[in-house]
């Protein structure tokens, strides 16, 4: 158990749609981080929040925005859901306490597989 | 741009065979980490090592070991005497660091992953 949740485990929803993903940190890491794995794309980078700000993006779709929260869990918001939005969406976080320059180990939760119909 | 390639798509062997999965890399920092992750059947990804590139050590923990190779851009994976459970998509990520402000930013590059079948 990485100490990371994420909730709901699974989704199925319909095309046009909008979910939210949540996601809650391990104790104590600032950074949350957005992956999406899909058959096609591999896993790839989405979005990262550090205390509450938006520190980096990757091929985030417009239709796709995210947000930390002041008691740093984050939610990842997906709307106009099309069928190729099915994937598997994984949290990590991890401490950034690292100095700078550096990389900590992101730990992953267990991922929310979306279904699209 | 950086770049993880796993050439290896699928490996299979027999229980209690050593088996090497490869993973090479490309980037520009002079400074940058590696990873492997286990993802079991199950779905969840599972930290097992990270390394930065000043360390060119090799690590060993139990039956798995690393071997980095700062010349060669490799960072292959070594599992000795597989078991079953060591069934599983392994996939090699390099991270791109960079520093925002007062902390650090650091997506993971992932590769394509090395689906490792461990038969009885």
């Known amino acids: 158990d990485s100490g990371v949740t994420q909730t709901p485990k699974h989704l199925i929803t319909a095309t046009g749609q909008r979910v939210t993903l949540r996601c809650s940190p391990r104790s104590g890491d600032l950074s949350v981080y957005w992956y999406q794995q899909s058959l096609d794309q591999g896993l790839q980078f989405l979005i990262q929040?550090?205390?509450?700000?938006?520190?980096a993006k990757g091929n985030i779709l417009e239709r796709f925005s995210a947000q930390q929260f002041p008691d740093l869990h984050s939610e990842l918001n997906l709307s106009s859901l099309e069928l190729g939005d099915s994937a598997l969406y994984f949290c990590a976080s991890s401490a950034s306490t690292s100095l700078l320059g550096s990389t900590d180990t992101q730990y992953f939760g267990p991922g929310t597989r979306l279904t699209v119909l | 741009a950086q770049k993880v390639t796993q050439a290896q798509t699928e490996i299979s062997v027999v229980e209690k065979e050593d088996v090497t999965l490869d993973c090479v890399y490309e980037?520009?920092?002079?400074?940058?980490?590696l990873f492997w992750y286990k993802q079991p059947p199950s779905g969840e990804l599972v930290f097992l090592i990270r390394r930065n590139s000043f360390d060119e050590q090799n690590e060993i923990s139990g039956r798995y070991s690393w071997n980095f190779q700062k010349s060669t851009s490799s960072f292959n994976f070594t599992i000795t005497a597989s078991q079953v459970v060591d069934s599983a998509v392994y996939f090699c990520?390099?991270?791109?660091?960079?520093?925002?402000?007062?902390?650090?930013?650091?997506?993971?590059?992932f590769g394509q992953g090395t689906t490792l079948q461990v038969k009885p």
């Open positions: 929040y550090y205390n509450g700000e938006e520190r």
């Open positions: 980037t520009r920092d002079t400074t940058y980490y």
């Open positions: 990520a390099l991270s791109e660091t960079r520093i925002h402000g007062s902390s650090n930013t650091g997506k993971l590059i």
